[in-house]
């Protein structure tokens, strides 16, 4: 990978625009979240990680660990199941 360094000028109310190819990078768009990772002297920008990808594993439980992905899925399902039962189907 190769490291470049790409410059932009911060508003008097500490703003930044993200140049386009960040954001094509970034896959994000108007509208979009971005998080800053901050670690020693060096500071990232990401697109931010799902709910579930954040809170993942901070329940301890007995049953079998879940990937993000699985926990997703069972969080959609459940919803989806409450609606149903909600409209007494």
Known sequence: MTTREM?????????????????????????????????????????????????AGVFKGTGPVLTAEELRVAAEEAIADDVMERAGL
């Open 7 to 55: 410059l932009t000028t911060i508003t008097k109310k500490g703003q930044v625009t993200l140049p386009a190819e960040v954001r094509r990078l970034l896959g994000v768009g108007p509208r979009d979240k971005v998080a800053f990772v901050v670690s020693a002297d060096q500071v990232c920008v990401v697109r931010p990680r799902s709910v579930v990808e954040r809170t």
